[in-house]
């Protein structure tokens, strides 16, 4: 997107990513609010205090980013007075003031937060695998009702 000239396509890609951003924050926020209701299921016994709190520390902070990155993406446009038009139909206000630093300084955090994303993920994921394959307990099951427990 970044290595684009500016021009039709330019602007329908970074159409598609911003609704794209806008939809995981709804689904974020949406998904946060039903977690405050419907706490997970006790992590399993075998799991150290350690484990235990780096698997929240890790989900609170991938929580963070999936809502810090899109409105970060949502300041830096903004903020230069772009409008972005929700899925092609649904503009989206500007609430914040028209300030080319304030737009700079979201969009570093925006393309900077990235790298956080993929060493949350990648951690995250292998945690997964971890649980599955060597500790063989039931984490990656449970996220997959349709697999049988091993318990
Ligand atoms: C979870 C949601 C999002 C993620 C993971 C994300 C990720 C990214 C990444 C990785 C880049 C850097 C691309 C590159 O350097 O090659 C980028 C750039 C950008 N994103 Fe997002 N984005 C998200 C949501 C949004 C939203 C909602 C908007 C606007 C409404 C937005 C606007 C932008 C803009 C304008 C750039 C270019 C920034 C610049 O270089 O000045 N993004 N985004
Ligand atoms: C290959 C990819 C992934 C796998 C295998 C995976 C697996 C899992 C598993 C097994 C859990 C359940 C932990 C438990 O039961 O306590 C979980 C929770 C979670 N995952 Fe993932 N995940 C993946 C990708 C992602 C991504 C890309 C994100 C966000 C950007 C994410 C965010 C979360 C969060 C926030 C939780 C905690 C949910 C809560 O307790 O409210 N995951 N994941």
């Known amino acids: 997107m970044n290595?684009?000239?500016?021009?039709?396509?330019?602007?329908?890609?970074l159409g598609i990513h911003k609704s794209a951003g806008l939809v995981i924050l709804l689904l974020t926020l949406g998904r946060g609010l039903w977690r405050l209701a419907h706490p997970a299921p006790p992590l399993p016994p075998t799991m150290s205090i350690l484990q235990r709190r780096l698997a929240h520390a890790t989900h609170a902070l991938l929580y963070a980013v999936a809502v810090a990155m899109p409105i970060t993406g949502y300041i830096a446009v903004a903020a230069r007075g772009r409008e972005t038009n929700f899925l092609g139909v649904l503009p989206v206000p500007i609430l914040v003031p028209l300030d080319r630093?304030?737009?700079?300084?979201?969009?570093?955090?925006?393309?900077?937060?990235?790298?956080?994303?993929?060493a949350l993920v990648a951690g995250h994921a292998g945690a997964a695998l971890y649980h599955h394959f060597v500790t063989r307990d039931d984490i990656l099951r449970r996220m997959w009702p349709a697999f049988p427990k091993r318990s």
């Not at 290595?3 to 890609?13: A, V």
């Not at 630093?101 to 993929?118: D, E, G, K, R, W």
């Open 3 to 13: 290595e684009l000239d500016r021009g039709e396509t330019k602007d329908l890609i």
């Open 101 to 118: 630093a304030l737009a700079h300084n979201a969009a570093t955090i925006h393309v900077c937060s990235q790298y956080a994303l993929y």
